[in-house]
C-alpha cells in the first residue's frame, strides 16, 4: 500500500523572541521522498522554523511529529541526537583535521566494516570515492558541500533539513550541484525540507513550496501552482518582475487603457491591482498611428513609447512608457529584440496571465 503518513508533521509552531513572534503559527508536512522548500526573504522565520524542527532551538506553542510519534511539544522534548534528522548548512562544517573518509563516517555506529561500506557507497555515489583520503581544504566548493551531503546522509536519517546548502558555490555550478544532490536525496528516500531565500532554487528542487513572510506560511503548494495562482501581489513579485495596474471596481469590472478586466466580487468602489509578468505582455508594431484590433484573449492595445532595451543573454528586457500615463512597463521576448527608444508600439495583456488582486490596507 502506498504510505499516506506524513515523515514530518509540524503543528501550530509558534516562537516569540523579546516579545516578536517570528514564527507564528506554522504547520507543515513532508512525505517520504518528497522535497518541501520553505521559501521566504531573510528574516521571514525559515531558519528558526528549522532550528526548532532539529531540536536545536524550542517553541513557545506548537508540536512536533516524526513518523507519527511526538518528539517536542512545550513540556516533551527528544534530544535532536535522537530525532533522526540530519542536518546540512551553509558554512558545510566539515572538520579540517579529518580526511574525507573521517569526516564522512563521523557519527556512524556498527562494526568497522559496515562503516567502510556506508563511506564507500555514498562517496562513491556523489562522485568522490576517489577524494577518500583528502582533506577539506583540498577541495572545491562543490566537492566540499557533497562530502557535506554524504556526512548528512551517513546516518540514514529519515528526514533531511538543509538550510540555504547552497548559498556559498559559484554561481555557474548551482544548478548542476542542486541537480546531483537532488538525485541522491530522492535515492535515500529521506524527506527534505529544504530553506532557501531564492524562487530558482525552490522552483528546481521542490515537490512542494511553503511561502514563508513575517513568520506565517501565506501560501502553500505545488512550484507550478504558487507560481501561476499566487495568493497576492507580494506573492507573485516574490518569483519575478511584475507590472501593476490601478483601477477601480464598477459593476464587477475594471476599466483600464488595455480594455475591461473581469475581478472577483469586490464592492464598487473598492480599488484593485491587475498584475501581469514581463515576459506575458504582448508587443505589436504601430501602423501609422494605429495597432492591432483588440480580441477576446489580449484585449484592447494600448499605445507606448520605448524608454530602453537590453540584452539579458536569453532573452531582452524593453522598457515602455506608457501614452496614457506616464508610467513605465517592463515586457521581455524571447532571444534578441532590441527597438529604439523613442520608438511607438502597442502593447497588450493576456487575459488568463493577469492576477487581479485588491489593494491592501495601511500596514498590510
Given at each position: 500500500?502506498?504510505?499516506?503518513?506524513?515523515?514530518?508533521?509540524?503543528?501550530?509552531?509558534?516562537?516569540?523572541?523579546?516579545?516578536?513572534?517570528?514564527?507564528?503559527?506554522?504547520?507543515?508536512?513532508?512525505?517520504?521522498?518528497?522535497?518541501?522548500?520553505?521559501?521566504?526573504?531573510?528574516?521571514?522565520?525559515?531558519?528558526?522554523?528549522?532550528?526548532?524542527?532539529?531540536?536545536?532551538?524550542?517553541?513557545?506553542?506548537?508540536?512536533?511529529?516524526?513518523?507519527?510519534?511526538?518528539?517536542?511539544?512545550?513540556?516533551?522534548?527528544?534530544?535532536?541526537?535522537?530525532?533522526?534528522?540530519?542536518?546540512?548548512?551553509?558554512?558545510?562544517?566539515?572538520?579540517?583535521?579529518?580526511?574525507?573518509?573521517?569526516?564522512?563516517?563521523?557519527?556512524?555506529?556498527?562494526?568497522?566494516?559496515?562503516?567502510?561500506?556506508?563511506?564507500?557507497?555514498?562517496?562513491?555515489?556523489?562522485?568522490?570515492?576517489?577524494?577518500?583520503?583528502?582533506?577539506?581544504?583540498?577541495?572545491?566548493?562543490?566537492?566540499?558541500?557533497?562530502?557535506?551531503?554524504?556526512?548528512?546522509?551517513?546516518p540514514r536519517p529519515s528526514i533531511m533539513l538543509m538550510d540555504e546548502p547552497f548559498s556559498?558555490?559559484?554561481?555557474?555550478?548551482?544548478?548542476?550541484?542542486?541537480?546531483?544532490?537532488?538525485?541522491?536525496?530522492?535515492?535515500?528516500?529521506?524527506?527534505?525540507?529544504?530553506?532557501?531565500?531564492?524562487?530558482?532554487?525552490?522552483?528546481?528542487?521542490?515537490?512542494?513550496?511553503?511561502?514563508?513572510?513575517?513568520?506565517?506560511?501565506?501560501?502553500?503548494?505545488?512550484?507550478?501552482?504558487?507560481?501561476?495562482?499566487?495568493?497576492?501581489?507580494?506573492?507573485?513579485?516574490?518569483?519575478?518582475?511584475?507590472?501593476?495596474?490601478?483601477?477601480?471596481?464598477?459593476?464587477?469590472?475594471?476599466?483600464?487603457?488595455?480594455?475591461?478586466?473581469?475581478?472577483?466580487?469586490?464592492?464598487?468602489?473598492?480599488?484593485?491591482?491587475?498584475?501581469?509578468?514581463?515576459?506575458?505582455?504582448?508587443?505589436?508594431?504601430?501602423?501609422?498611428?494605429?495597432?492591432?484590433?483588440?480580441?477576446?484573449?489580449?484585449?484592447?492595445?494600448?499605445?507606448?513609447?520605448?524608454?530602453?532595451?537590453?540584452?539579458?543573454?536569453?532573452?531582452?528586457?524593453?522598457?515602455?512608457?506608457?501614452?496614457?500615463?506616464?508610467?513605465?512597463?517592463?515586457?521581455?521576448?524571447?532571444?534578441?529584440?532590441?527597438?529604439?527608444?523613442?520608438?511607438?508600439?502597442?502593447?497588450?495583456?493576456r487575459r488568463d496571465r493577469c492576477f487581479v488582486f485588491p489593494v491592501p490596507g495601511p500596514?498590510?
Amino acid at each position: 500500500m502506498p504510505v499516506t503518513d506524513p515523515r514530518l508533521e509540524i503543528r501550530n509552531i509558534t516562537r516569540v523572541f523579546a516579545g516578536r513572534p517570528v514564527v507564528s503559527d506554522v504547520s507543515l508536512k513532508v512525505m517520504p521522498g518528497q522535497v518541501t522548500c520553505l521559501l521566504g526573504p531573510s528574516g521571514c522565520g525559515k531558519s528558526t522554523t528549522l532550528r526548532i524542527i532539529a531540536g536545536v532551538d524550542m517553541q513557545d506553542r506548537g508540536e512536533i511529529h516524526v513518523d507519527g510519534r511526538l518528539v517536542c511539544d512545550t513540556v516533551y522534548r527528544v534530544p535532536p541526537e535522537r530525532r533522526s534528522i540530519g542536518l546540512m548548512f551553509q558554512d558545510f562544517a566539515l572538520f579540517p583535521h579529518l580526511s574525507v573518509r573521517d569526516n564522512v563516517a563521523f557519527g556512524l555506529r556498527g562494526d568497522k566494516a559496515a562503516r567502510r561500506r556506508r563511506v564507500e557507497e555514498l562517496l562513491d555515489r556523489v562522485g568522490l570515492l576517489s577524494a577518500l583520503a583528502k582533506y577539506p581544504h583540498e577541495l572545491s566548493g562543490g566537492e566540499q558541500q557533497r562530502v557535506a551531503l554524504a556526512r548528512a546522509l551517513a546516518p540514514r536519517p529519515s528526514i533531511m533539513l538543509m538550510d540555504e546548502p547552497f548559498s556559498g558555490l559559484d554561481e555557474r555550478l548551482k544548478d548542476e550541484i542542486r541537480d546531483s544532490t537532488l538525485d541522491v536525496l530522492k535515492e535515500e528516500g529521506a524527506a527534505v525540507l529544504l530553506v532557501t531565500h531564492e524562487p530558482h532554487e525552490a522552483m528546481r528542487m521542490a515537490d512542494e513550496i511553503a511561502l514563508m513572510r513575517d513568520g506565517r506560511i501565506v501560501q502553500q503548494g505545488a512550484p507550478y501552482n504558487i507560481y501561476n495562482a499566487p495568493v497576492d501581489r507580494q506573492a507573485a513579485a516574490f518569483f519575478s518582475d511584475i507590472n501593476v495596474l490601478r483601477g477601480t471596481v464598477r459593476n464587477m469590472s475594471v476599466t483600464t487603457p488595455f480594455g475591461e478586466f473581469l475581478c472577483p466580487p469586490r464592492p464598487d468602489g473598492s480599488e484593485v491591482e491587475i498584475v501581469i509578468r514581463p515576459q506575458h505582455l504582448r508587443i505589436d508594431f504601430d501602423r501609422a498611428g494605429r495597432g492591432p484590433d483588440p480580441t477576446p484573449e489580449d484585449g484592447t492595445p494600448a499605445r507606448a513609447v520605448v524608454e530602453r532595451a537590453r540584452f539579458m543573454g536569453r532573452e531582452s528586457l524593453v522598457e515602455f512608457r506608457m501614452d496614457h500615463d506616464g508610467s513605465v512597463l517592463k515586457a521581455t521576448v524571447p532571444s534578441v529584440f532590441l527597438p529604439k527608444p523613442g520608438r511607438p508600439m502597442w502593447l497588450m495583456m493576456r487575459r488568463d496571465r493577469c492576477f487581479v488582486f485588491p489593494v491592501p490596507g495601511p500596514g498590510s
